[in-house]
Each structure stands twice: as structure tokens, then as C-alpha cells.
């Protein structure tokens, strides 16, 4: 299994990020989300180039990541700024 390094991972963090978990024709066809092990991404047909399925499971998972994770965070930061109003009291 090949893992291609994203741009995003260089940035550290636990921050979710794509994982290809299957190459064919050496085009990158499938992906994961770090954090959601029953998610996946899929380009279809294993035709054209490189960085069209790359850009496609980019999108894909930039969408996965507004559904799930977005919604995620601002309920943490939430649940945070109500945690620290209370404190203050
Ligand atoms: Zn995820």
C-alpha cells in the first residue's frame, strides 16, 4: 500500500486528513478519512490522470470533512465558550 503524502499533513495536529488506501493504474482511486474508518472515497474508473483523482477525492473529502467534522468543532467550541462562561461565575 502506497500512502501519498497530502499538502494538509504537514501541518500536523489531529486534525482529520484523507488517507488513499488504494491505487490502480497508479492513479490514487480510493480514500479514507483518518478519524472515520468506515468512510470512503471513491474516484470510479481508474482513467485519467493523477491529479484528477487526486482533486476529486480532495473534494470529496472536503465535503465529508464539512459534514462531519465541521459540525464537530463548532459544537466543542461551543460547549467550550459555555464551559467557560460558567466558570467565571
Ligand atoms: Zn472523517
New binding site residues.
Partial sequence: MVILLAPWETVGMKK?HMVIVEETNGLPVRGT?S??VD?FFSTGAPIGTIEAHQSKLDSLFRE??RN??MREDASRATARVVRESTQDK
Avoid: K, Q, Y
Fill in positions: 482529520p478519512c478519524a472515520c468512510v465529508h470533512f462531519v467534522h
